[in-house]
């Protein structure tokens, strides 16, 4: 039987977010799947009321190196091997789910973020089918009306020593992602052998950078026929998002839900929108999908 496991980072705001999706966890998935919840040390009592036993909280400095520092009174770490640029927010975070994954011992690690919750039953089959791994690839997706995708893509190349390609490229970004902890393993190393440093260092260094475009990448172009993704590579997402940064109100939410597909089994409503805690709580217990 495969083995999953669910990582979210998070931290004190999205708190009430991340809780929703815990409990969408327990009401949706099988009672061997843990979820591993990362947050900054100052957040561990707050989401420690989550811990059980099939929620484990975890501090997000053991999953950094010990020259990562977090400056006073902002959204920036620094670097001590290298102290400009400083480390952004999102960067950092991506370096955290990277090490989270690596260090996994599960057979498949789902990403999931705070402003995501399970609406349908789902199990580690869901993303695991014959010992390969569920691969996310949109094909010729981005080009340059998505220029941030297009750096991305570029990053990534640079990483992991691809030659340059011009778009349009595959899109390998989504809300809920699953990954394989062996093939992550594999594409840092890469990383560390294409630069020369330790892949955190290098990966901290860039001003834009997407975790989902390295792995994706690193699938694509560099593992290749090793993974055996083609016989579960798909287009399709599993999760209903919202990414504008409007507010859902009562008819736009109604009409945002009634386009769920049958194959999806999670809803996005980004946290980015400010929809009401409230109006986002009642619509999806509202929605009762077998």
Not at 227 to 253: G, I
């Amino acid at each position: 039987m495969s083995r999953l496991a669910i990582i979210t980072p998070s931290f004190g705001p999205d708190f009430d977010r991340c809780a929703d999706l815990h409990r969408s966890v327990l009401a949706h998935a099988p009672d061997s799947i843990r979820h591993h919840i990362i947050v900054p040390r100052a957040d561990l009592a707050l989401f420690g009321q989550l811990s059980g036993p099939r929620a484990v909280i975890h501090d997000e400095a053991d999953f950094l190196p010990r020259s990562f520092r977090s400056l006073p009174g902002g959204n920036l770490s620094v670097n001590l091997r290298r102290p400009f640029p400083p480390l952004r927010g999102w960067i950092l975070q991506q370096i955290i789910k990277l090490a989270a994954a690596a260090r996994s011992d599960a057979d498949v690690v789902v990403l999931v973020d705070s402003d995501i919750q399970f609406v349908r039953p789902f199990s580690a089959d869901t993303f695991r089918r014959d010992e390969v791994v569920r691969f996310y690839r949109k094909p010729d997706e981005v080009d340059e009306r998505l220029p941030r995708h297009v750096i991305w893509h570029q990053v990534a190349r640079s990483l992991l020593g691809v030659p340059a390609a011009a778009p349009p490229y595959p899109d390998y970004v989504s809300s809920l992602l699953a990954w394989d902890p062996a093939v992550v393993r594999r594409l840092l190393a890469r990383v560390e052998s294409v630069t020369g440093r330790r892949w955190a260092d290098a990966i901290g260094a860039k001003l834009h950078f997407s975790e989902w475009t390295l792995y994706g990448v690193y699938v694509d172009e560099v593992a290749g026929a090793g993974t055996n993704v083609d016989s579960f590579r798909v287009a399709d997402t599993l999760c209903h998002s919202y990414w504008e940064e409007t507010p859902l109100d009562e008819r736009a939410m109604r009409t945002f839900l009634g386009e769920i597909q049958d194959h999806d089994i999670a809803v996005m409503i980004s946290a980015k929108s400010k929809t009401p805690t409230p109006l986002r709580r009642r619509a999806l217990a509202d929605l009762s999908l077998a």
